[in-house]
């Protein structure tokens, strides 16, 4: 599977606050994401991650730097065109859910559909296939208090990947869950990106996440300090080890990696959907 870049942020600064309570809050991230990876963002309490992940939801704006998300370059966009991008082109999953309570889970997750033009039959089939694909086929009509911590980040989960976003978002998605429930989450992200050939970010503290990622980025008072591809076996049944053309995917993915830091402005190849 060949991977494109679908995440591009280049010099981003975020200033926060004002005055004598002025922080910079990112100070020149540069940072990447492709397609078919789980990438966790990891690093200590202010460091600066839920303030990355806002902006390169296209949620916040930054200072300065650019951001680029599925070929689209974000700078000058005005609210409701970063909104479309937000819409379709990225999901979401939060650390406490955000499920609405007299929702059923089906309810939740067609959600966004029905901003879009997509109609009531469609958006109601899909959100039960998306339901079924996170292992919640048998409860559909459930409501959010009557579903497991892991339940309902599975529906949160099926929620973001409803309108086939190519950008996944995560904050911090297994800090509510034991840790059962949290690789169970994990694995299921990694299958994800994977399998749906998105790119998924994870902000998270738990080590024993780390084992479900291909790369792992640490950020440390605003600044990137490093970003390593991880070598995960397992994930050989997708492609048997080989990509089509016979490459080990892993030093595919670091030549990516290379050609990408070497070449800022090259332009790469949309997937076709
Ligand atoms: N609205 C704000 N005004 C001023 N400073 C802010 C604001 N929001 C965040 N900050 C500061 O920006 C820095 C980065 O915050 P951020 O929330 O991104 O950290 P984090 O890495 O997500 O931390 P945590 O692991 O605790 O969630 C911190 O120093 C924080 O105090
Ligand atoms: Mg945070």
Known sequence: MTKNIVLKATGIVKELGEGAGKVTALKGVNFSLLSGELTLLMGPSG???????????????????????????????????????????????????????TLTAQENVQLPLDVQDCGRHEAQERAAETLERVGLAHKLKSFPRHLSGG????????????SRPTLILADEPTAALDGKNGQAIMGLLSDIAASNDSAVLAVTHDPRTEPFADRIVRIEDGQIQSS?????????????????????????NAAIAEAELKKPRRRTRRRSR
Not at 151 to 162: D, F, H, S
Request: proline share 4%.
């Open 228 to 252: 390593k591809e991880k070598r995960k076996p397992n994930r050989s049944r997708k492609t048997n080890g080989r990509s089509k053309n016979g490459a080990d995917p892993e030093l595919q």
């Open 47 to 101: 460091s600066g991650k839920t303030t990355l992940l806002s902006i390169l939801g296209c949620i916040m704006r930054q200072t300065s730097g650019t951001l680029t998300v599925d070929e689209h370059c974000t700078t000058g966009l005005k609210p409701d065109e970063l909104a479309k991008i937000r819409r379709e082109h990225i999901g979401f999953v939060f650390q406490s859910y955000n499920l609405f309570p």
């Open 151 to 162: 339940e309902q980040q599975r529906v949160a989960i099926a929620r973001a990947l409803v």
